[in-house]
Structures are given as C-alpha cells and as structure tokens.
Nanobody, 116 residues
Framework: QVQLVESGGGLVQSGGSLRLSCASS????????MAWYRQAPGKERELVAR????????IYGDSVKGRFTISRDSARNTVSLQMNGLKPEDTAVYYC?????????WGQGTQVTVSS
C-alpha cells in the first residue's frame, strides 16, 4: 500500500524558511519520480518541484526557482522541500505526489502560511 506522509508545515514570516518532508512507503522509492504540489485558496493545484529519484534530476515551477530546493534521501525513502525567501504568495497547502505504475498518489497535505 503506497503511503505519502508530509510534515514540516507551519506559520512563518515573509523572508523566512521552512523545510517540508515527505515520508514514502509501499513502493520502490528509486524507481519513480516524486514531486511537491501546492494549492492556494481559490486557485488550481500547481507543480512546485519534481525530482527523478534515481538520477537526482530536478524541475521547478517558475515562481519558486532560486528559492526552493527539492532533494531526496534514498536510504530513508524521503523527499524534502527546502523553502527559503518565503513570500505571502507561497501560502498554500503543500502536497507530496507520486505516480506509481500509472496510479497517482497524494499525501494528506501540510499547510504553509507566510505572513507579511
């Protein structure tokens, strides 16, 4: 059974930093890409960052390039998102995501709130 469990959200002031983590289980971690998405109130869910866990190759959404860094720890089956220089517009629920053998899986989400 595939499970994705996020942690690390919270409230932070503008310009601050947070680190999100996604613990995964139930599939071969190194065989699939992992990603972070976010959804703000009244907006569509958008890609924040994706990592190919086998190679470490990364892709970022335009709005977070240069501020956020996605990484993986294959020994712990964990993907992290380091968020620096946070802005109020980064406020959203952040979701961990994986596609395993054509099936999409989402974590429960973790709230990130950035105050101005």
């Amino acid at each position: 059974q595939v499970q994705l469990v996020e942690s690390g959200g919270g409230l932070v002031q503008s310009g601050g930093s947070l680190r999100l983590s996604c613990a995964s289980s139930g599939f071969t971690f190194s065989a699939y890409a992992m990603a972070w998405y976010r959804q703000a109130p009244g907006k569509e869910r958008e890609l924040v960052a994706r990592i190919i866990t086998s190679s470490g190759r990364t892709i970022y959404g335009d709005s977070v390039k240069g501020r956020f860094t996605i990484s993986r720890d294959s020994a712990r089956n964990t993907v992290s998102l380091q968020m620096n220089g946070l802005k109020p517009e980064d406020t959203a629920v952040y979701y961990c995501h994986a596609v395993v053998q054509t099936t999409e899986y989402w974590g429960q989400g973790t709230q990130v709130t950035v105050s101005s």
